[in-house]
């Protein structure tokens, strides 16, 4: 099955899209968006509060990437 080749510019875009194709859920796609603000507050903020509530967001995000790629392997494995 060949599936179409979508050109994204940004890192939301390629969220809301894995969430088009069903490779995230609603609630997925809604960490996955809050993980990119946090990312982006971590190269525009110096302040350690703000770093330390990112920090304890880590686990939650790993855990959201691992079942996204778990995801994407299976779909190219189908």
């Known amino acids: 099955m060949q599936e179409a080749v979508t050109s994204l510019g940004s890192p939301k875009g390629v969220i809301r899209s894995c969430r088009e194709v069903n ?6 796609t809604t960490l996955g968006l809050k993980m990119v603000n946090d990312r982006n507050l971590t190269v525009h903020t110096y302040n350690e509060e703000v770093a330390m509530l990112i920090q304890s967001n880590l686990t939650t995000y790993y855990h959201l990437l691992e079942k996204w790629m778990e995801q994407i392997r299976d779909r190219i494995n189908d």
């Open 23 to 28: 490779l995230l859920q609603e609630d997925e």
